[in-house]
């Protein structure tokens, strides 16, 4: 791996996106961030910890919900005080992800990650999708659900990540041309999927290297 790499990882809801992540980034040595991201955005930004957890990966919010909130977001910096608080929250976390590419090697799930580094050589965009029955098969397993509710579960989980996703990128969710590898995790399984991203990165940074 080269010095500095950098793995994003949009994924369909039941896929094994977050798994994939994960154990992907322990495989390589390095931090995987989901979750963790909000907390250090929060933290770099001044704004409300709970605002991220709120606003997480979910369609922009009506106008009178960001005055409300907006209370929360004291002390921000005075160049996005006249900005709803959804775009604060976004553009906190855009910043936090650009910052902590530049830093380090890591691997990031969701949260445009793709879109803050489309421009950054050294970042590797990978889709993980899988068929809706194989999906509701893994929800259904966590959960604790039903066919019918895991199967609504999903189809709504991915509805919000394409709205927060189309809303803030110039590039449509899930859409293969938006990122540089795009694989079947219900074909290949976690671990396959974890093998078939090691194998592209090795291919590119051989072609670099030339």
Known sequence: MDERTV??????????????????????????????????????????QELFASQDEKPTNSFLYSLVMDTYSLGY??????????HKVFLAQFDAIKKLAQKES????????????????FAVSVWVKASLDKRVERIKK????????????????????????NYYSSKKWGEAKSYDLCLDSGELGI??????ILKYIELKEKNLAK
Not at 143 to 158: F, N, P, R, V
Request: with cysteine; net charge negative.
């Open 191 to 196: 671990d396959g999927s974890i093998e078939l």
């Open 142 to 165: 966590m959960y604790d659900l039903s066919e019918s509710k895991a199967t609504d579960l999903i189809q709504k989980t991915d509805k919000r990540r394409a709205s927060y996703y």
């Open 77 to 86: 910096s005075n160049s996005y005080v006249d900005m709803p608080i959804n």
């Open 106 to 121: 890591c691997v990031i799930v969701g949260r445009c990650a793709d879109y803050a580094l489309e421009d950054d050589p």
């Open 7 to 48: 793995i994003t990882i949009g994924r369909e809801f039941g896929s094994g996106g977050h798994e994939i992540g994960q154990k992907l980034a322990e495989r390589l040595g390095i931090k995987c961030y989901d979750k963790e991201l909000l907390e250090l955005a929060a933290k770099e930004s001044g704004l409300c």
